[in-house]
């Protein structure tokens, strides 16, 4: 089975929570389970004019929306989530987002190619899994089985950028 990074589409300008430092930072989450984090965290957005709601969030930590929510608990249904409203005053709008607590993996290798970074992951770490996450040197990157992200596409879901992994055997590194 295909696993793709998903991302926030370069053509779309995901929300940004103000004041989220200390909050919604990695190091804070790190460890943390679903009942650790409070149960109402509203935020409010940055300023920017062509902001859109997006469908997935990867600044200042994956998050995702219902309708993705929905479609991972379809296929992992222990997944845990926290609750999160952004609004966003200029447009006196809201939308809730849902951050996911991930199994972290490792073993990730990037090489840089013609068309960009390459991400490599062995097949063992992947197993099967709906969705992991997976820490990089400058970012996290979260991955998606092929079926998972089938689904939510065809749900509408909106600002979501992909690339292929590339799955190597157990100590196979291609680099």
Request: hydrophobic residues 40%.
């Amino acid at each position: 089975m295909k696993y793709f990074w998903i991302y926030v589409d370069g053509n779309y300008v995901a929300p940004v929570p103000k004041d989220w430092y200390g909050k919604l930072d990695a190091r804070t989450l790190q460890g943390k389970h679903a009942y650790e984090i409070p149960k109402h965290l509203i935020f409010l957005t940055e300023r920017h004019m062509q902001m859109v709601f997006t469908d997935v969030i990867t600044f200042p930590c994956f998050m995702v929306s219902k309708t993705v929510r929905d479609v991972l608990l379809q296929y992992a249904p222990a997944l845990k989530f926290a609750r999160i409203v952004l609004y966003s005053k200029e447009r006196k709008r809201s939308m809730a987002y849902y951050l996911p607590f991930l199994k972290q993996e490792q073993s990730v290798k990037l090489a840089k190619g013609a068309g960009g970074t390459d991400i490599f992951m062995e097949r063992e770490k992947l197993s099967g899994k709906v969705i992991l996450e997976t820490k990089g040197m400058d970012r996290t990157y979260v991955m998606v089985r092929m079926d998972v992200l089938e689904s939510m596409l065809r749900r509408g879901a909106a600002g979501i950028g992909l690339r292929e992994i590339h799955i190597v055997e157990s100590g196979k590194w291609p680099l």
